[in-house]
């Protein structure tokens, strides 16, 4: 593996770390501000106003990175009809066509998600006043995360294991 491939593994493990403390964050801020909100609410009866926008907010980058992270780990669903055909020698091409298509896909959602965070700039959420794009942003993050680790997955085990899943065999 050359220069290049290796300051990818680089760059993805150091991505990894972060997804991760994120993760980790993200739910128990979650759970944490659920159980905050219910006893404000019902105990105090005076309820956490800004919560359940902060909440949705927090749980739309929970979902997208987790996604990434679950790419990245192979955790991810896979409902695949030909899947196992490409397995055969002489389908083994159409695993490169697949990950080409799905990086197009995924660029194109990407130029997509950017074109909406340009378009809603300046947008303000009605609870916590601060930009809509702070929410909105998590989906383009996750999109070139999930693009890194498709790099490094095609970069270390080849097209057949980008979108495969763990408990999927390989050989």
């Not at 809603?120 to 680790?149: C, R, S, Y």
């Amino acid at each position: 593996m050359g220069p290049l491939g290796r300051a990818l593994i680089r760059a993805d493990d150091a991505t990894a770390k972060v997804e991760d403390h994120f993760l980790v964050v993200a739910h128990t801020l979650i759970a944490g501000l659920v159980v905050a909100a219910v006893v404000a609410r019902y105990v105090f009866r005076d309820p956490l106003t800004w919560g359940q926008e902060f909440i949705v907010g927090l749980f739309t980058w929970l979902i997208f990175i987790g996604a990434a992270a679950a790419i990245r780990s192979r955790l991810h669903i896979r409902i695949d009809a030909i899947g196992g055909l490409f397995a055969r020698p002489a389908l083994s091409f159409m695993n490169t066509v697949s990950v080409v298509l799905g990086t197009i896909i995924i660029a194109a959602l990407l130029w997509a998600s950017l074109v909406n965070a340009a378009d809603i700039a300046g947008v303000k959420t009605p609870m916590l006043n601060v930009e809509q794009v702070w929410f909105d942003g998590a989906l383009p993050v996750a999109l070139a995360l999930l693009l890194l680790h498709m790099a490094r997955i095609f970069v270390e085990h080849g097209a057949a294991a980008v979108f495969a899943g763990q408990l999927e065999e390989l050989d």
